[in-house]
T-cell receptor, first 117, second 113 residues
Framework: AQKVTQAQTEISVVEKEDVTLDCVYE???????LFWYKQPPSGELVFLIR??????QNEISGRYSWNFQKSTSSFNFTITASQVVDSAVYFC??????????????FGRGTQLTVWP | DGGITQSPKYLFRKEGQNVTLSCEQN?????MYWYRQDPGQGLRLIYY???????QKGDIAEGYSVSREKKESFPLTVTSAQKNPTAFYLC????????????FGDGTRLSIL
């Protein structure tokens, strides 16, 4: 079975605080991809990052960083020095890759992040 | 600019009525997807298509239908059999396979009159 769990439904922080969004996944596939998407109040989902199952290097992009640990099946997302514009719903998603073009994403339920000024 | 266009932005349905949500993409993507979003439920997959004239049911296909007559277009019909259609509907596309990122439209909010 494929499953993504985002245990934090809502998080509130004050501007400039660091915040970590947790993501735990379940899959029996050996090859898979993990994603993070941001959904601002306007509604569209914005792609943030993709990681494949063979690349456990952490990644940093500006104030964003991602920590992928296969040992704990986690792909956590940290925002450093949060800003009001970071307020959004964040989704973690899993794509099991079975070597064909037929594939789909499995989404977590999302974490609503609110950053207060 | 390349992207995904969903229309209309807001849609109202009367009891017993079928309504069709439009999704068009000019990204030359092979794969297209329809999701339903309810508060606290995340995104649930309704239907997806990897190639023209072929599509697969997702997790909540009952009460919905789709067609894929052109690569650029993947309309979703919400039929009268869907008893609780009020939700936010998102269309997405991707290159298909290999975990390519999905690109999303702005969504259609459907409500019951």
């Amino acid at each position: 079975a494929q499953k993504v769990t985002q245990a934090q439904t809502e998080i509130s922080v004050v501007e400039k605080e660091d915040v970590t969004l947790d993501c735990v996944y379940e899959t029996r596939d050996t090859t898979y991809y993990l994603f993070w998407y941001k959904q601002p109040p306007s509604g569209e989902l914005v792609f943030l990052i993709r990681r494949n199952s063979f690349d456990e290097q952490n990644e940093i992009s500006g104030r964003y960083s991602w920590n992928f640990q296969k040992s704990t099946s986690s792909f956590n997302f940290t925002i450093t020095a949060s800003q009001v514009v970071d307020s959004a719903v964040y989704f973690c998603a899993l794509f099991p890759d079975r070597g064909s073009t037929l594939g789909r994403l499995y989404f977590g339920r999302g974490t609503q992040l609110t950053v207060w000024p | 600019d390349g992207g995904i266009t969903q229309s209309p932005k807001y849609l109202f349905r009367k009891e017993g009525q079928n309504v069709t949500l439009s999704c068009e993409q000019n990204l030359n993507h092979d794969a297209m997807y329809w999701y339903r979003q309810d508060p606290g439920q995340g995104l649930r997959l309704i239907y997806y298509s990897q190639i023209v004239n072929d599509f697969q049911k997702g997790d909540i296909a009952e009460g919905y239908s789709v067609s894929r007559e052109k690569k650029e277009s993947f309309p979703l019909t919400v039929t009268s059999a869907q008893k609780n259609p009020t939700a936010f509907y998102l269309c997405a596309s991707s290159m298909g396979g290999g975990g390519q990122p999905q690109h999303f439209g702005d969504g259609t909010r459907l409500s019951i009159l």
